[in-house]
């Protein structure tokens, strides 16, 4: 099942929102007036895009159709090309469809360090585990470390998928320093000659400033054996999170260097706009999605689907 | 980002103050700001536009249009629309007198439902109920583990099942009744992370409802959603009528619309917050504070209630006496950093005073936290001796602090011409009446105190009074004039 139809099924269980695509909403032979286009800028913000996105794409409708009559194709592809603009960006990162590794970084030689981050309850262990797996399947070998020595049971909740997985976990006991975890996991990788080493981290809010202290800190004792990891630090958001989401990027960014974002659950009726106004200000671009509660529900991002699926049926 | 929503108000209305006039169309413009506030702080979509609305109509009245400041009476009003919309408070949570109380918990996955039970476990227990937990997460690996040792912090039983063999709703049945049997007062379901839109999860969630009947439904929710908490919130009220809503992770720099959304959609009152990850760390929800969180106007009333919680009032008596009496050391003035750090990042305090959200944008990049890191290193490299009397520092012991602290001899200069230009500042502000002091700590503001690049040096005082030590002051001019008339006449002499 490709990522639209996923995308698909999940949309289809949303009853309220977007079911109506631009199609609906404009009509042949109506005249695109304000009161229309007001209307669509709704529907914009109610994916949480923000209202500085939103009003830039409904500004770009009203000088390029307004007071016109509605040519439906027009006014879709003038959506459709401007959202899939501001998500593509212009740093030439491209989702190869058949390639689901494709918009991870390698590294050189030795194993590729993928950093995982995000604030409480995103799903950064169960992004993991669906990472891991897709890893996997493309016959990779991958070594975790459980750096979320803080949360009761986090640690158990990643050694249950380590095992569920089978790949090799490092860990150590609750309440200890992220960062040796993070340490002896590169080391481990190295010894054990894993492609990818994915670390683990506790969820923390981006206004701890400590606590982002502590991100800092794990990347830089895992560069002691590897200059240049972590190859990639993802962030991974909730699709429900609003406007906070530029906040999380912004501070998550500083910390880490954050390379792209896993957005997670969007099988529900979010529809995680806010990672256009991220990619628009930030510049860092989703790379995979979660979409279920199962292992193999990780896809590759999609600009043309996501925006599709933004206004799907 | 919006920091403060008077100011951008002020803006839209200081165009036409120019002519004199206010008008109904200027107020409706006005009111574009506080839709964009709004929709920015992630109040959903529809609940924007009623509440738009319905805050025109009151502002369109005489008192706006004729009012010096429109932006400030508008902004009156729309802080008590919000505050009468997410009001009434309820804080109870209906446990009965005697007899059992079922407390169930419900939310989306990642909302913080497991913190959230140990909290109200921890809650209840200070005030002296017996709760029990109960495990009824079967799908989340090591939920269950999570709630052992949550229960195990805060002393109360657990209860649990082997997820391979048993169900949710066998789980809370069971749970009740052991609950019974071992004389618990209040049971508290942690029941699954599940989506809105995910039907048999919703009907099992129904299940639980219906056998075990109870007495309080709790929506847990994530402050930071966006525009898709009424969609859930909706599907949830529906599905169980909820008693009350808890908001979690009100401890970021989230603005909290979703607080605003649920309320309206749903109607049920917001019963708690969550704003820390310790288990202490659930307050009772006000909806003025959280007005004006939602409008970005500072919180001074919470801040207030943080710092009574973090320092020692007896200390804080003492050392306002030693200012008073200008006996403040650098050992008391490390202590009081200390304390300012136990309440957050810089950045939030000052977000916190009404009038300084602005203040922190100007900021930017800069990082008040690592010069306050600096400085405490450089106090920490004097021996208690100095810290007591600054003035024993020479060069020699100058260069070995700098050395200690890893600095430039002048930085531990700068700090030691700083600290003597604040006693005298203090020692000034002790003496004035409340308003005066507040006064002054804008002006200190204004004068870069926040700023770690600019000097705080010492000003000089003048006032309509004359200097404040008078009696010097005149030894000093007498002196003077001596002085001048002696270089008189030596310059008659020659």
């Known amino acids: 099942m490709g990522l639209f139809d996923k995308l698909k099924r999940g949309l289809e269980k949303t009853k309220q929102i977007l079911r109506t695509d631009v199609r609906d909403l404009f009509r042949s032979g109506q005249i695109l007036d304000d009161s229309l286009l007001q209307d669509f800028e709704a529907r914009l913000i109610r994916t949480d895009m923000g209202v500085t996105a939103a009003g830039r794409i409904t500004a770009r409708l009203r000088a390029d159709h307004g007071g016109r009559t509605v040519d439906v194709d027009a006014v879709w592809k003038t959506v459709r090309d401007e959202m899939i603009d501001l998500l593509k960006g212009t740093d030439g990162i491209r989702w190869d469809l058949s390639n689901p590794l494709s918009p991870i970084m390698k590294a050189a030689s030795g194993p590729t360090v993928i950093l995982v981050a995000g604030v409480n309850g995103v799903g950064k262990t169960t992004s993991i585990a669906k990472l891991t797996n897709l890893l996997m399947k493309n016959g990779h070998k991958v070594v975790l470390a459980a750096g979320d020595t803080f949360r009761a049971a986090a640690v158990e909740q990643l050694t249950m998928w380590s095992e569920r997985l089978g790949c090799p976990i490092v860990r150590k006991e609750s309440n200890s320093d992220p960062a040796a975890v993070a340490f002896e996991g590169v080391q481990k990788a190295v010894e054990t000659g894993a492609d990818y080493l994915i670390v683990d981290t506790a969820g923390r809010l981006q206004t701890q400033k400590n606590l982002m202290d502590e991100l800092e800190k794990i990347r830089r004792v895992m560069r002691k054996i590897i200059p240049d990891a972590p190859h990639e630090s993802l962030l991974v958001l909730d699709a429900t999170t609003g406007q906070n989401g530029l906040s999380q990027a912004k501070s998550f960014s500083q910390a880490i260097g954050c390379t792209g974002l896993i957005l997670s659950k969007l099988d529900g009726t979010a529809r995680g706009g806010v990672v256009v106004a991220i990619r628009q200000e930030m510049g860092f671009p989703v790379k995979y999605i979660g979409v279920g509660e199962q292992v193999d529900d990780l896809e590759l991002f999609d600009p043309e689907g996501f925006v599709d699926a933004l206004f799907a049926k | ?494």
């Open chain 2, 1 to 494: 980002m919006f920091e403060n929503i008077t100011q951008s108000l002020g803006k839209a209305f200081s165009a036409f103050r120019g002519t004199g006039k206010i008008t109904e169309s200027n107020i409706r413009d006005g009111m574009q700001q506080v839709r964009t506030a709004l929709l920015e702080a992630d109040v959903a979509y529809d609940v924007v536009q009623d509440f738009v609305k319905r805050a025109t109509e009151e502002a369109i009245g005489e008192k706006v249009l004729k009012s010096l400041r429109p932006e400030e009476q508008i902004v009156g009003i729309v802080h008590q629309q919000l505050i009468d919309l997410m009001g009434p408070v309820d804080h109870s949570l209906a446990i009965k007198r005697d007899g059992i109380s079922i407390i169930m918990m419900c939310g989306l996955q990642g909302s913080g439902k497991t913190t959230t039970c140990g909290k109200l476990a921890r809650r209840l227990k200070e005030a002296g109920h017996s709760p029990f937990l109960v495990a009824a997460d079967l799908q989340r690996p090591a939920a269950i583990e999570q709630l052992k040792v949550i229960g195990g912090q805060v002393g109360c039983p657990v209860y649990a099942e082997d997820p391979k063999t048993s169900n949710p709703v066998q789980v809370c049945k069971n749970g009740v009744k052991e609950a019974k049997r071992v004389g618990a007062k209040v049971v508290i379901l942690d029941t699954a992370g599940r989506l809105h839109v995910d039907a048999a999860l919703m009907k099992e969630l129904q299940q639980i409802d219906s056998s075990v009947a109870p007495d309080q439904a709790l929506l847990v929710c994530d402050a930071m959603t966006g525009q898709d908490a009424v969609n859930s919130a909706k599907a949830f009220n529906d599905a169980l009528e909820l008693d009350g809503v808890i908001l979690t992770k009100l401890d970021g720099d989230t603005r909290g619309g979703a607080a605003l959304s649920v309320k309206a959609v749903t109607g049920v009152p917001i019963k708690f917050i969550g704003v820390g990850e310790q288990l202490d760390r659930l307050e009772e929800f006000h909806p003025d504070r959280m007005a004006g969180r939602i409008l970005g106007m500072g919180d001074i009333v919470s801040l207030f209630e943080k710092a009574q919680k973090e320092f020692d009032e007896e200390d804080m008596l003492r050392q306002q006496e030693k200012m008073q009496q200008g006996k403040f050391t650098l050992e008391d003035f490390r202590k009081q950093m200390r304390q300012i750090k136990k309440l957050g990042s810089m950045r939030e305090i000052m977000k916190m005073i009404p009038g300084m959200g602005a203040i922190v944008d100007q900021m930017g990049d800069l990082n008040p936290e690592d010069d306050m890191r600096r400085i405490e290193g450089i106090i920490n490299s004097m021996t208690p001796k100095e810290r007591q009397n600054p003035d024993v520092i020479d060069r020699g012991r100058r260069n070995r602090i700098a050395c200690g602290s890893g600095v430039q001899p002048a930085d531990v200069n700068k700090l030691l011409k700083d600290f003597s230009a604040m006693g005298k500042m203090m020692q000034g502000m002790s003496s004035m009446g409340l308003r005066d002091r507040m006064r002054a700590v804008k002006g200190m503001a204004d004068g870069g105190f926040m700023n770690p690049g600019a000097e705080l040096m010492e000003k000089k005082m003048r006032s309509t009074r004359g200097p404040l030590n008078q009696d010097e002051a005149r030894e000093k001019k007498k002196k003077q004039k001596k002085e001048a008339q002696k270089a008189k006449k030596r310059n008659r002499k020659k």
